[in-house]
């Protein structure tokens, strides 16, 4: 099976399945002299993992990360970091039924189909628990581009199911298990994911990302440019169906006099670009919104067929997360780390000795009218 690696200066590739006896990554191009311990990534993996709250999946994996190589004395070497997440709470009984069918909207029946076999236990590798090895790197990443940028990445969730919860402050995203920004509206989620639960059935969600502090000059035109390696990126995490980049299919109803930001010496006008112009970073915040589609897994019976091609009525038992977009944000947050990184090091590259003659403009202004 190829395309397990992404990213081309900063390489990661993931290994593993959801009740094989470890996942994990290999990092290749972590730049040498960076500060890294399990104390600089666990807090990610902690926000990621599963049973924190009655909301999400109950199968109880303290997610403890191990770094086996790439690290000396405290600090990377340059050479690959490997990374190791053992599974301790998989149950593969429950999935027993699963061996001779295939779950509607979910990748049994293309992965059986592409290879001939496929491990149906939780998913096997096509499992949302292969996302803990791209929140370990991504926390590598995310560290290592603070403190030679000062970039910080932050996201939250925006809509679950119908419901839409605008932003109100950044306080307020790590203060539930919703990652929401706006803590008055909880209560209104969680009543609705307890009746979503006992319906046995599953919703969508919304994620917001962005990154704050990217430098112009990132990425580069055509094949290459940072906002389709980001749109590639998230579309590669488990149940993603649709990404936007600043006011994305927005854009339709907006004239060109509104999308497009009017530069000042004082700084842009507006972000309607996201942050990238030409697949090249601008100097604002990136701006990335996912639309994340309802878990296959639900207890409702469904039809299918099985493995002859008959016809068959199922359900899914098993420990599932009504909503996988409840815990998405630490996920987004990594991967667009991750993409940043790599754009990083291929910038330095190729131009990290060019200069333009013109000072970069300020992120964005507001002047008086």
């Known amino acids: 099976m190829a395309g397990n690696t992404l990213g081309r200066l900063f390489a990661v590739t993931t290994f593993g399945e959801s009740h094989g006896p470890a996942i994990g990554c290999v990092i290749d191009g972590c730049p040498p002299g960076m500060a890294l311990d399990v104390a600089d990534i666990q807090p990610e993996l902690d926000r990621r993992r599963p049973g924190t709250s009655r909301h999400v999946t109950q199968r109880q994996e303290p997610d403890a990360v191990e770094i086996l190589s790439g690290v000396f004395e405290g600090r990377t070497t340059g050479t690959p970091i490997a990374l190791v997440i053992r599974n301790q709470d998989a149950r593969s009984r429950d999935y027993g039924n699963l061996a001779e069918t295939f779950r509607p909207g979910h990748a049994d029946y293309t992965y059986f189909q592409k290879y001939g076999l496929r491990d149906h236990r939780g998913g096997g590798r096509s499992s949302a628990r292969l996302t803990a090895p791209l929140v370990a790197a991504g926390a590598v990443a995310r560290k ?25 402050r950044w306080e307020d995203v790590g203060q539930n298990p919703f990652f929401v920004a706006d803590q008055d509206k909880v209560p209104a ?32 035109p055509l094949y290459d440019r940072l ?5 590639y990126a998230m579309m590669a995490i488990n149940a993603v169906k649709g990404v936007e980049i600043g006011a994305g299919f927005g854009a339709v109803a907006q004239r060109g006099s509104q999308h497009g930001d009017e ?33 296959s897994s639900i207890r409702i019976e469904r039809r299918s067929i099985d493995r002859e091609g008959k ?28 993409v940043l990184i790599d754009h990083c090091l291929l910038h330095r590259a190729q131009c990290g000795d060019v200069d333009s003659g013109l000072a970069p403009i300020p992120a964005s202004a507001h002047p008086t009218q």
């Open 144 to 168: 290592w581009l603070a403190e030679h940028h000062g970039i910080r990445i932050r996201g939250y969730l925006s809509q679950l199911g119908e419901i839409v919860v605008p932003f109100r």
């Open 189 to 220: 989620l969680e009543a609705y994911m307890d009746q979503l639960r006992r319906d046995g059935d599953s919703c969508g969600a919304r994620v917001e990302v962005e990154a704050s502090g990217v430098p112009v000059g990132w990425g580069a």
């Open 227 to 231: 906002d389709a390696d980001i749109a």
């Open 263 to 295: 530069l000042t010496p004082e700084g842009f006008i507006g972000n309607e670009a996201g942050g990238i112009l030409g697949g090249i970073s601008t100097g604002q915040d990136i701006r990335v919104s996912l639309a994340i589609k309802p878990t």
């Open 311 to 338: 016809p068959v009525m199922m359900q899914t038992l098993g420990r599932h997360d009504p909503c996988v977009g409840i815990r998405a944000t630490p996920i987004v947050e990594a991967v667009l780390a991750l």
